[in-house]
């Protein structure tokens, strides 16, 4: 039988079989799994069959890296993920109490996810029975996108509020009912090369079927935006101006700052989406048991994230070095002048700096 431990406590996620699925019922912990990480490959093989069709097929293609992207405003995206951020535009339902865990790829986004669900949750949850230590963050957060890419958008639904989302869109392309309602954004942003030198490694495990590009190459089409989400430069000043104009609705965070205070960063973190930490909670250590948790050292060992694979990916993925600087280990210094020189050029008269 299902260990059924957790139920009492949980709201949302459950180790219980529920047999249907409206808003506020559990999930299942088994359904979660899959929920998140099915999209993935089924995304990649699927056939574009919407209305947005020629549209998509008119747009200009990369497939060297990742792909095949297509770039729409701007921003690359994979194509099968473009045709469903259309098609959600106008679907998606944001519901004030929602919270967006927003990012461009390999900046962070699985650590707040982490973060922001067990902010959120802290009450359903305790720390020895956690869903962190059975779930890996991806699938306690869900991708909105991918869920769409997926067909699986009813899913979002039946989540209970408040829920915890995630996106990499960009802000531009997020849906117009997130921008309109109250719901905060956290966006979380990373030193570019490490972002590179990260999404590099993670190129390596998922590519290994394609003919690979060269470590240059790649790093041409990075700089060129040519990956998904990407570029990664417009990407952060679009929240970042976004942040400028509306405070109360984007949080930026940075990869760096939350390593070197992680406690001043959840608790920012949780001033921001409304759930500030009591002084109770403060005495009783609660910050640090949540910095913990979700610490890298500590996701990382978990049997779910060493050891647990879903349709072919293990969930190590996500976890690799969590390190600043680790470009240097693989970038010559002519590289990264020249890819400094371009940050520099595009975050210019911007006031925001890395
Ligand atoms: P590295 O590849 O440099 O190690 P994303 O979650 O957006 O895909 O970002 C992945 C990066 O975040 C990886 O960086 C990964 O190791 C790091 N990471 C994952 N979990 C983390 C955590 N709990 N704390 C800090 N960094 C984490």
Redesign the pocket.
């Known amino acids: 039988m299902a260990d059924t431990s957790l139920n009492s406590n949980f709201n949302s996620i459950s180790t219980d079989k529920p047999s249907k699925k409206d808003e506020g019922e559990v999930v299942t912990v088994d359904e979660a799994k899959l929920r998140y990480r099915r999209p993935f490959m089924d995304i990649l093989n699927a056939e574009l069959d919407s209305e947005y069709k020629e549209l998509i097929l008119s747009l200009p293609k990369e497939e060297r890296w990742f792909g095949p992207l297509r770039n729409y405003r701007d921003f690359w995206l994979l194509q099968q993920v473009l045709e469903q951020v259309l098609a959600m535009q106008e679907v998606f339902m944001s519901r004030p109490s929602d919270v967006i865990v927003a990012?461009s790829?390999?900046?962070?986004?699985?650590?707040l996810k982490?973060i922001t669900f067990t902010v959120m949750h802290r009450d359903k949850y305790t720390f020895s029975d956690h869903p962190l230590l059975k779930l890996n963050p991806h699938d306690c957060v869900p991708l909105i996108e991918h869920t769409y890419a997926a067909r699986d958008e009813k899913y979002l639904e039946t989540l209970p509020s408040p829920r915890v989302l995630g996106s990499h869109l960009s802000y531009s392309m997020l849906p117009e009912s997130i921008k309109a309602s109250k719901c905060p954004i956290v966006y979380i942003c990373r030193e570019p090369k490490?972002v590179f030198?990260?999404l590099w490694?993670m190129s390596l495990r998922f590519e290994k079927s394609k003919e690979p590009v060269s470590f240059e190459q790649a790093l041409e089409l990075f700089c060129q935006g040519r990956v998904p989400f990407g570029p990664i430069w417009e990407h952060v000043l679009e929240y970042y101006t976004k942040s400028l104009s509306s405070p109360e609705k984007i949080l930026i965070l940075k990869y760096e700052e939350m390593?070197k205070d992680p406690i001043d960063g959840v608790t920012r973190l949780a001033n921001f989406i409304g759930r500030p930490f009591s002084e109770e909670e403060i005495k009783n250590g609660v910050v640090e048991k949540i910095v913990e948790l979700?610490?890298?050292n500590k996701?990382k060992e978990l049997d779910v994230n060493k050891n647990e694979i879903v349709n072919e990916t293990n969930n190590g993925i996500?976890?690799?070095?969590?390190?600043v600087g680790?470009w240097q280990n693989y970038m010559t210094t002519e590289m990264a002048d020249k890819f400094d020189e371009m940050t520099k050029e595009k975050l210019c008269g911007s006031g925001f700096t890395f």
């Open positions: 990012s790829m390999k900046s962070g986004t699985t650590w982490a490490d030198i990260s490694h390593l979700c610490s890298f996701l996500y976890f690799r070095k969590a390190v680790d």
